[in-house]
């Protein structure tokens, strides 16, 4: 069994800042990539980025490119997104994921998802 778990979601202003967390249980986790995921009321799930435990390579989707920075810390077995300049639309639940190919974009590449921590943003 896998678990992931996700933190550090909260309401904030346009041009604040957040970091979650992705704590991960297990130890297979070096040999997959974690993916975050993010989903608002009414829209399909979207990448935001993804980033390689063996190789700590990231991948960002264009839209959250230059703002948002994942990192990983390997003592704690946790990835982060570190989350800048903080817009209205980036408003949705965020979703860490376990990637079981090199296919990051997509959310059927993953098999183990956390729960998901809410980030609001206001105007």
């Known amino acids: 069994q896998v678990q992931l778990v996700e933190s550090g979601g909260g309401l904030v202003q346009a041009g604040d800042s957040l970091r979650l967390s992705c704590a991960a249980s297990?130890?297979?986790?070096?040999?997959?990539?974690l993916g975050w995921f993010r989903q608002a009321p009414g829209k399909e799930r979207e990448f935001v980025g993804a980033i390689t435990w063996s190789g700590g390579r990231a991948y960002y989707a264009d839209s959250v490119k230059g703002r948002f920075t994942i990192s990983r810390d390997n003592a704690k077995n946790t990835v982060y997104l570190q989350m800048n300049s903080l817009k209205p639309e980036d408003t949705a639940v965020y979703y860490c994921?376990?990637?079981?190919?090199?296919?990051?974009?997509?959310?059927?590449?993953?098999?183990?998802w956390g729960q998901g921590t809410q980030v609001i943003v206001s105007s």
């Open positions: 994921a376990r990637g079981t190919s090199s296919s990051y974009y997509s959310a059927g590449s993953y098999d183990y």
């Open positions: 297990g130890r297979s986790f070096s040999y997959y990539a």
